[in-house]
């Protein structure tokens, strides 16, 4: 397999499986807000470092694309 191919099939997962484990821990993080009211302050602040990880990866993964269609 060719190591181009290996990397393009790499991010078409990862494109896959990034907004899913985002997905899952803003989930995991909104249901330990109401079991826990002393961390919620930490949990609101994962949830906002989660959505800044999503949308940074998904920018990345786009100005990939367009670099190599342009090349």
Same mark, same amino acid.
Request: aromatic share 6%; net charge positive; proline share 3%.
């Given at each position: 397999?060719? *190591?181009?191919?290996?990397?393009?099939?790499?991010?078409?997962?990862?494109?896959?499986?990034?907004?899913?484990?985002?997905?899952? !821990?803003? *989930?995991?993080?909104?249901?330990?807000?109401?079991?826990?009211?002393?961390? *919620?302050?930490?949990?609101?602040?994962?949830?906002?470092? *989660?959505?800044?990880? %999503?949308?940074?990866?998904?920018?990345?993964?786009? %100005? %990939? !694309?367009?670099?190599?269609?342009?090349?």
């Amino acid at each position: 397999m060719n *190591a181009t191919v290996m990397i393009h099939e790499l991010t078409k997962v990862l494109q896959v499986l990034i907004p899913i484990g985002v997905g899952g !821990r803003i *989930a995991y993080c909104l249901c330990q807000i109401p079991l826990d009211e002393e961390n *919620a302050g930490v949990m609101k602040r994962r949830i906002r470092n *989660a959505l800044i990880f %999503l949308v940074l990866s998904e920018v990345i993964t786009q %100005l %990939l !694309r367009i670099v190599k269609q342009y090349y």
